[in-house]
């Protein structure tokens, strides 16, 4: 193989490799509280953004764990997330650190400004939710393709 796509292909694994890894890190939001924050500016058809306070977090162990989060500000926007236990969940160190994690990713009952959500708009709210976390994967697909295709051109020239 020639020396040039013996280095492009090394550049685009380490690349490719950078972004994986990237992708990895990032905030340490419990994916619970994330869900709650999304579901009520999903709710509230709000696509602004909003400061949230700190989350609070109960665990009615082991039934079921209880999300609140509240907006900062003006912004009027409050939910209380209830998760399910996951009963596929064993007993681990990492439970026991973070009790959370025993815990089902979605939520079963939605509360959103002291109004709760029926059961078919919250599961049409998850579902815009993961149509729009496809949408921005894709994208960072593409925007990542275009930036490689770019790389390679100029490597080449």
Not at 74 to 96: G, Q
Not at 122 to 146: H, P, S, V
Request: aromatic fraction near 6%; hydrophobic fraction near 40%.
């Amino acid at each position: 193989m020639p020396t040039n796509k013996k280095n492009l292909l090394t550049i685009s694994l380490l690349l490719s490799s950078a972004l994986l890894l990237g992708g990895c890190s990032g905030p340490t939001e419990d994916v619970r509280v994330k869900t709650c924050k999304q579901l009520a500016l999903t709710l509230l058809d709000n696509p602004g953004e909003v400061q949230w306070q700190d989350a609070e977090e109960e665990v009615h162990d082991p039934e079921y764990a209880v999300i609140r989060v509240r907006a900062r500000g003006d912004a009027r926007i409050s939910a209380v997330c209830l998760y399910a236990y996951d009963d596929a969940a064993e007993e681990t160190a990492e439970t026991h650190v973070d009790p959370l994690s025993a815990y089902e990713t979605v939520p079963y009952q939605v509360t959103v400004n002291e109004r709760r959500v029926e059961t078919p708009a919250l599961y049409e709210a998850m579902k815009t939710l993961r149509l729009d976390a496809g949408r921005r994967f894709i994208q960072r697909a593409e925007d990542w393709a275009d930036t490689m295709k770019s790389r390679a051109q100029d490597m080449m020239k």
